[in-house]
Structure formats: structure tokens, C-alpha cells
């Protein structure tokens, strides 16, 4: 039996919630049977088919561009359809839901406050007027393009706010895939919407919330850097403040 | 029951969902709209469309070589005027999604690129490099945050449709956070469910793809059109199913055998040269590709992997930074999912069922239900024949969603307001239906006739089929089905999240949506695109069945199948070719 195709057994502790029983949370251990290519997602399901059809989490797409399947594993926010068990056996491997949010069930947790903070970063392109279909697309270079390209990337899988220290502390913050979405529109030469986002992002719980850490951009699975988005805008707020943007943005600058 | 009354239910919150909601508002902002999807809308599974949407934007390209592509590729099965007036609106959909943010990708001068795919005459395909759904979803998403009549009601469950006099009134859906049953009342509903893949074992699909508006409007009596057209993807890693684009080939990926041997060449793809060459070799439609798989693993020229037989897709010629810049998606999946980084190995690939060619019957999107709009995946407006062609549905859920939106919004204005008693009254009913569903804890638990089902349907209604391997797959349906009725016993009965509820609800769709496909293709006696038969109905029969299948719900028995003519405007059928001679294509 080559080492792909053997099966072995892991211990997975998942953290149970019923919000109907009124009982506090507790862990529950799962033996689950795996083998060299078995996701930790693929083991959950595992549990929910033959062992506990009461168990419950988010999945979709089990390829990593849905955003569905966040968890803590082992205390770090990952996808589970994105992290192998092979990588943690012999040990057992403990499974949480994703900090900082409140959880409906098990490993489900509450996604209103990210999905209103989306909202009010006007996440949408805002045109200097309106563009007749009939005059075709925009010109926009791969240059122009690579200004906000990685931005464009979030898969809104909330890794990121599991990971921010300052979210924890402060919920009221905006928060790392909100701001990078808000620069993301920001720096796309299409969209003159930065004033109507500028509230959003000077305010105190905008870029100047974060202080720095950068464990968002660390967990993030599809390298979106939020870390560096937010840190550019502490710039662009500062010369915001000090009147020097507008002049500089005449020219192109952040695009 | 909380009641939530509104002109227009959306259900499903993917593309066409999200594009028809806009075109609502956008055509009367008055009108209020419900959007309500089983889960928030940027999970939904055209986030993981990869290689692109068609579009006619190069001079020696033309709306005829749109049409005749679509119209061949779908084996002559395809409504042409539907076909016409899509082809002549794809572009100004992907122009409105680039004015919306998409960030298709750019050639150096700024303009839109395009990539080949695969059935095409020149290249048509607008990209965002591999993970052109992802974006088209979330800029419509996004998009949709600005339209205040939108009113999104994310992770409510669809479970029923109420129908009174004749026509729609609204929708029951179960709140998933809490598993409180809400009847949404409308004057229309427009379905964007998109298709019913997971009822085969191995698919390029998420969980979420399990035919609910084809379920919920079949129950309701609207017919299913041309469901035995299953497209089966033919790249895809062994076991997960997960998709390698057909973008890798239209970059200029090829396929080889256990040999090394490019084997399209012996299945009337070829001559391998010139290479690249449009609609030849590597460049074949998925329906060709699939089978000459199939012949290849018959003949014992794939190569094993521990999850079922594969060739190779190679495309390491292709260089690290075409590769990284034209295909990153699936060149990280490759990586993580099988082990295989494609700059420097073949990936390993198999078919996979991808794509329900059929679905509701819909004229322009208006279902036989009055009120009852479709658009996507789950209907059936007649572009896709017997074999879609590759970045055709991605522009189809832009252009025909629009038409939903509008369509739906103007009739919505026709009718009167008005809550009724006999509405309520049957949500009720469906309600205690749901609930008892939710208390059984007596008998067989729902992922063993979920895999019964995909293995019956894999093996019966596969790439290849004949007479007594689709009876034996009807059978096993009606049987599963009769199990089910018997009884699913939950082990959650807590209405709070209840995951295993929904999936008990989403097999019952399943198991309805699979039947009809098992006897569609039972009845359907001849060969055509994705139905291709082993038995004496190998080769296609116009005089019989240049006809579109429905199939009509007849309760716990089979589903009634009938015919119905195919519309044809300019393009009478005639054989159906790819490969033979050709010149040699530039890459852009």
C-alpha cells in the first residue's frame, strides 16, 4: 500500500454550539479515517454523513473561491477545504469557529456585521459620468490594471477579520477585506469615488484603527495583502487631511 | 408565519439571480425586490466559473460565426432564434459588467483581450485571467449593494412554490439561522437556482448545485426541457472532480495519453498539424473531448491514479509566466488539490459532469407557470442544444437574466395586489410538509441515497449509455425515490442551522431532477452532443428526434415524456465536423 492511498485515522475535537439546547459550548471528538489527500472540510463531511448528521458548518465550492469554508484549525484561521489532515496527524487537530464573530451553531458564525461593513465601503464603481454601453469599455492598461488588481482578489472568507487583534478589541472597525475592497475601488482608474468614500476610511474606525500587526495579510489565502492596502490609505488619509490629495489625485496619483 | 410581501422574488443569488435583480430596478425602482439565496450571494457557484464568456469584438470574427458555433456545437438542438438574439446582446453584457469594475483582462494597449475556447472559429473568449466567474460575481454583487430596491434575504433556504389560479404568488423559504419558515408573497418570481450537477457522483460542482428550481418549478408543473443533455467536462482532477479550464487548452494546453500520444488525433480531431488550429484537436467541443476519453480508458491507454483512470493536460510549454498570468487559479488547485505543479508536470485529468444543458422550459426566460420566470443554468431558453459550448453560460446569465429582470418586472406591473387566504392556507400546508420531514428520525440516512443516486446516474446515464444501463438507472431512481418517501431519519430535529434538513430537502429536488434525466435519456432513441447511446441508436436521427425533450411531473411515478419541435431560422442541421484542414492560429 503506497502512502497515497493508505488509510489512517485522525482525532478531530470540534467545537459544538446549539443555540436551541441553552447549553454552553463544549468540544466533541471525532475518530475520522483519512488518507493523503483528504481535506480537513472532507473530514467534517465525513462526520456530518456517518458519524453526527447534527454537526454543522458552511461549505460550497471545495476549491478555495467561495469563501464558505473559514475556520480556526488549531487556533489559525484557514480554509477547510484548503488544509490537509494529512498534516496533523499523528496529532489530534482541534477545530473552532472562526474568531471574533458570533456563532449561530457549531462552526457557523454570524457574517451580518462584515456584509454591513462591505455596504459602507461603497463597493462598486463610481464613474466620473455615465458611459453609453454603445461607446464600448474602458481603455484601462495591465499597468492601470496592476494598481488594483491583488485588491480585486477578496474572496470575502473573513480569515482575515478571525485574525485581527484590533477587530477583537474594536468591532466597530472596519477591518482588513473592507478596506483593501474600498482601496480596490479607490485605485481602479475608472472610478472617481473617493470622496464618497473617504468618511469610511479617515474616520477613526477606518485605516487608522489598525496598528499594524498584519496577521490579515499573513492568512490570507489568495495574497491580497489587506495589511499593505490599509497602510497606503494612512498615506493618502494624511495628505487627504492635509488638503494635498486632491491636487495630487488630478494627476493620477494612487491609480 | 412571518409573511414578507414584495413585486418580485429572485431566488438564487449567482449571476443570472444578482443581473436580473439590477435589470428590475434599474426598469422601475418603485418595484420592491426580494433576493433570496440559500447562501450570501458571492458563495454562490459562479464564483467558480473559470475560463470566460463569449463575446464577438475581433474583425474576423462576426455574429454568424457566434451563431453557427453555438448552433453546430449544439448538435443543431438549439432554438435559433433564441440563439440570434443572444449572440447579438453578449457583448453589450460584458461591456456593462466592465463599466460595473470587472477586470477583464487587458491587452498592453488597454483593450479587452480574448482567449480561444474550445468550438470556436476565432478567439471570442473575454477572461479575467482563470477566474473570470469569480468576478463577474462579485462585481455584480458588489454592483447590486447600490440599488436601494434590493432587498436581500441571504442564507433563506427556498423550499416551495405557491402557485394560485394558475399562476405564481410567491415562495416558502426556510430562514437558515433559524429555521423559521417565511412565505415570501409576490407578483412574480423569477428562478436563478443554476443546475443540478451534484446528482451525479463526480462534478466539477459545489454542494450547493443540486437542482432546487428545476425541483421546486417541476413540482409546480412546469416542464423540464432536454434533460438528458448532461455535459461532462473533460478536464478535471481524478476524484475531487475540481475544473482545469478549458482556458488551459485555448492558451494552448494539450492532452496525451499514458504514452505521451496525442489521442485526439484518432477521434476526428485531428490532423495534429497545423497546431494551434481552430475547433481541431485540443480546440474540439467538451462532448468530443469527454468521449474520446472514454475510448482512450476502454483501450487501456490512460494511466491510473489512486482516485480512477486520467490522461495528462500539459502545459508546460506554455512557460511559467504565460502560465502564471493566463491561468493561476488552476495552477495553485493543481498544486494544492493534486500535488502536481503544472509549470513544471502534466496535470492528471478525467471528465466530469459540469453542466445541465436542459432545465426549465423558458420562451426568453417566461416558464409555463404565468409569473414564473427562469434564466441560467436551471432553464431551458433553448441556446445550448445537446452540448453548451464552453464560455457560452456566462454570458448566457448576464443577457438572460437581464431579459428575466425586465420581463418579470413588466409583468409584475400587470398584476393586482393582494394577499389571499388561499395562498396562505397551502403555505401553511407546505410548512407542516417541511416540519414533519424535520421530526422523522426513522429510517435511512441521506447521504447513502445521495451516493446511490450519483453512482446510479454515473454509471447509467454517464459519458456513454445504451438501453438497459439507463432502464437500470430509471429504476434505481424510482426506487431511491421510493426510499426517500419512506423516510430520511435525521439526527438534528433543532430548527436552528439545521444543515442536514436542507440537504434532505435538496435530495428530494435531486432525486426528481435525476429521474427526469434518467428517462429523458431513455426515450431520447438515437445519438446526439452530450447523448451519445452504445446500442443500435448510435448515430444522430433527424426525421425522429430533431425534437427538444420534456419531461412532465406526474407525482410519485416517472416523469410523462413528450416532444417538442426544435425552431429553426437560417442554419438546417448537417454533420456535425471538427478537425480537417485549417490554418494556423495566432495566440493573443
Known amino acids: 500500500m503506497t502512502a497515497e492511498t493508505e488509510t489512517r485515522t485522525i482525532e478531530i475535537d470540534v467545537l459544538r454550539y446549539d443555540p436551541d439546547s441553552g447549553a454552553p459550548p463544549r468540544y466533541q471528538t471525532y475518530k475520522v479515517p483519512f488518507q493523503h489527500d483528504t481535506s480537513v472540510l472532507v473530514g467534517l463531511q465525513y462526520i456530518k454523513d456517518h458519524l453526527d448528521g447534527t454537526l454543522t458548518f458552511r461549505w460550497s465550492c471545495r476549491m478555495a473561491i467561495c469563501g464558505s469554508c473559514g475556520t480556526m484549525i488549531n487556533g489559525i484561521p484557514q480554509l477547510s477545504c484548503h488544509t490537509f489532515l494529512r498534516d496533523y496527524w499523528p496529532k489530534k487537530l482541534r477545530i473552532d469557529p472562526l474568531e471574533h464573530f458570533p456563532i449561530i451553531k457549531d462552526l457557523a458564525i454570524d457574517q451580518t456585521d462584515f456584509l454591513n461593513k462591505l455596504d459602507s465601503v461603497k463597493p462598486y464603481l463610481i464613474p466620473k459620468q455615465d458611459k453609453p454601453l454603445s461607446e464600448g469599455a474602458y481603455l484601462q492598461t495591465p499597468k492601470q490594471m496592476e494598481q488594483y488588481y491583488n485588491y480585486s482578489q477578496c474572496i470575502n472568507c473573513l480569515l482575515c477579520y478571525a485574525a485581527c487583534p484590533q477587530y477583537g478589541l474594536t468591532p466597530t472597525f472596519t477591518g482588513p477585506a473592507a478596506l483593501a475592497l474600498l482601496h480596490r475601488y479607490n485605485a481602479d482608474s475608472r472610478d472617481v469615488g473617493w470622496s464618497a468614500r473617504s468618511d469610511v476610511l479617515n474616520s477613526e474606525d477606518g485605516v487608522w484603527r489598525c496598528t499594524l500587526v498584519g496577521y490579515c495579510s499573513e492568512v490570507c489565502p489568495k495574497n491580497v495583502d489587506p495589511a499593505h492596502a490599509i497602510n497606503q490609505n494612512k498615506v493618502n488619509s494624511t495628505l487627504d487631511y492635509f488638503g494635498v490629495l486632491k491636487l495630487l489625485s488630478t494627476v493620477g496619483f494612487g491609480k | ?588
Open chain 2, 1 to 588: 408565519m412571518q409573511v414578507i410581501t414584495c413585486d418580485v422574488v429572485v431566488v438564487g443569488g449567482g449571476g443570472t439571480g444578482l443581473r436580473a435583480a439590477i435589470a428590475i430596478a434599474e426598469s422601475d425602482p418603485k418595484l420592491t425586490i426580494a433576493l433570496v439565496s440559500k447562501v450570501v450571494p458571492m458563495r454562490s457557484h459562479t464564483v467558480a466559473a473559470e475560463g470566460g464568456a463569449a463575446g464577438v469584438i475581433r474583425g474576423d470574427d462576426s455574429l454568424d460565426n457566434h451563431f453557427n458555433d453555438t448552433v453546430s456545437g449544439g448538435d443543431w438542438l438549439c432554438d435559433q432564434d433564441a440563439v440570434q438574439y443572444f449572440v447579438e446582446h453578449c457583448v453589450e453584457e460584458l461591456v456593462q459588467l466592465e463599466h460595473w469594475g470587472c477586470p477583464w483582462s487587458r491587452k498592453d494597449d488597454g483593450n479587452i483581450n480574448v482567449r480561444f475556447f474550445g468550438g470556436m472559429t476565432v478567439q471570442r473568449t473575454w477572461f479575467a485571467a482563470d477566474k473570470s466567474g469569480f468576478h463577474i460575481l462579485h462585481t455584480l454583487f458588489q454592483t447590486s449593494i447600490k440599488y436601494p430596491g434590493i432587498q436581500r434575504y441571504d442564507e433563506y433556504f427556498v423550499a416551495d412554490l405557491i402557485l394560485e389560479d394558475g399562476r405564481v404568488r410567491g415562495v416558502l423559504a426556510i430562514e437558515v439561522a433559524t429555521g423559521e419558515i417565511v412565505l415570501f408573497e409576490a407578483k412574480a418570481v423569477i428562478l436563478g437556482t443554476g443546475g443540478a450537477g451534484r446528482v451525479y457522483r463526480q462534478n466539477t460542482n459545489a454542494g450547493i448545485v443540486t437542482g432546487d428550481g428545476m425541483g421546486l418549478a417541476y413540482r409546480h408543473g412546469a416542464r423540464l426541457r432536454d434533460m438528458e443533455f448532461v455535459q461532462y467536462h473533460p478536464t478535471c482532477l481524478p476524484g475531487s472532480g475540481i475544473l482545469m479550464t478549458e482556458g488551459c487548452r485555448g492558451e494552448g494546453g494539450i492532452l496525451t495519453n499514458k504514452d505521451g500520444y496525442r489521442y485526439l488525433q484518432d477521434y476526428a480531431l485531428g490532423p495534429l498539424d497545423p497546431w494551434p488550429r481552430p475547433k481541431a484537436m485540443e480546440l474540439g467541443p467538451r462532448d468530443r473531448l469527454s468521449q474520446a476519453f472514454w475510448h482512450e480508458d476502454q483501450k487501456g491507454n490512460t494511466f491510473k491514479t489512486p482516485l480512477g483512470t486520467a490522461v495528462n493536460l500539459d502545459l508546460r510549454h506554455l512557460g511559467e509566466k504565460k502560465i502564471l498570468e493566463r491561468l493561476p487559479l488552476i495552477t495553485e488547485a493543481a498544486r494544492v488539490f493534486a500535488g502536481v505543479d503544472p509549470v513544471t508536470d502534466p496535470i492528471p485529468v478525467r471528465p466530469a459532469v459540469h453542466y445541465t444543458m436542459g432545465g426549465v422550459y423558458a420562451n426568453m426566460t417566461e416558464t409555463e407557470v404565468p409569473g414564473l420566470f427562469a434564466a441560467g443554468e436551471c432553464s431551458s431558453v433553448g441556446i445550448h442544444g445537446a452540448n453548451r459550448l464552453g464560455s457560452n453560460s456566462l454570458v448566457e446569465i448576464i443577457v438572460f437574466g437581464k431579459v428575466a429582470g425586465e420581463r418579470a418586472a413588466a409583468y409584475a406591473r400587470t398584476v393586482p395586489d393582494g394577499s389571499s387566504a388561499g395562498v396562505r392556507q397551502q403555505a401553511e400546508e407546505s410548512a407542516s410538509r417541511l416540519l414533519a420531514l424535520l421530526k422523522n428520525d426513522k429510517g435511512e440516512r441521506v447521504a447513502t441515497l445521495r451516493d446511490e443516486m450519483g453512482d446510479a446516474m454515473e454509471t447509467g446515464v454517464g459519458i456513454y449509455r445504451s438501453a438497459s444501463g439507463m432502464k437500470t438507472a430509471c429504476d434505481k431512481i424510482a426506487e431511491l425515490r421510493a426510499r426517500y418517501r419512506a423516510g430520511i431519519a435525521l439526527d438534528d430535529h433543532s430548527r436552528s442551522f439545521n444543515t442536514e434538513w436542507l440537504t434532505t430537502i435538496e435530495l428530494g429536488f435531486m432525486l426528481e431532477v435525476a429521474e427526469a434525466m434518467a428517462h429523458s435519456a431513455y426515450n431520447r432513441k438515437e445519438s446526439r452532443g452530450a447523448h451519445v447511446r452504445l446500442d443500435e441508436y448510435s448515430t444522430r436521427d433527424d426525421d425522429k428526434f430533431l425534437q427538444h425533450s420534456l419531461a412532465t411531473y406526474t407525482g410519485e411515478g416517472p416523469p410523462a415524456i413528450s416532444y417538442q419541435p426544435v425552431t429553426i431560422t437560417k442554419s438546417q442541421p448537417r454533420t456535425r465536423s471538427y478537425g480537417g484542414a485549417g490554418k494556423q492560429a495566432v495566440m493573443t
